[in-house]
């Protein structure tokens, strides 16, 4: 089992920035790929990044490439999402995913991840 608790989340302008953290426990994440997706009130649960196991792989939504960086400090067993030059439709609920893989993968879909946190608001106000 694995436990996720997001951090990091608030309100912040257009342009500005946020990191937000995933700390994990019960198991080391050196052998699990993570994600991260979000929801915004009334929508689907989106991908936005995702790395693999080793976080020689990366994944980003279109909508976020470019400003958006994940990464992973396996000696904190935390993953990070640097979210850089927000805009009003980046407000969501974010989480954090986990899935064992020692694959080359960096798995975008929600059906691929086996443990979730509970999210944290990010509210990007004009």
């Known amino acids: 089992q694995v436990q996720l608790v997001e951090s990091g989340g608030g309100l912040v302008q257009v342009g500005g920035s946020l990191r937000l953290s995933c700390a994990a426990s019960g198991r080391t994440i050196s052998t699990y790929a993570m994600g991260w997706f979000r929801q915004a009130p009334g929508k689907d649960r989106e991908f936005v990044a995702a790395?693999?196991?080793?976080?020689?792989?990366?994944n980003y939504a279109d909508s976020v490439k470019g400003r958006f960086t994940i990464s992973r400090d396996n000696a904190k067993n935390t993953v990070y999402l640097q979210m850089n030059t927000l805009r009003p439709e980046d407000t969501a609920v974010y989480y954090c995913?986990?899935?064992?893989?020692?694959?080359?993968?960096?798995?975008?879909?929600?059906?691929?991840?086996?443990?979730w946190g509970r999210g944290t608001q990010v509210t990007v106000s004009s």
């Open positions: 790395s693999n196991y080793r976080d020689s792989n990366t």
């Open positions: 995913a986990a899935v064992w893989s020692s694959w080359y993968v960096a798995p975008i879909s929600t059906d691929q991840y086996d443990y």
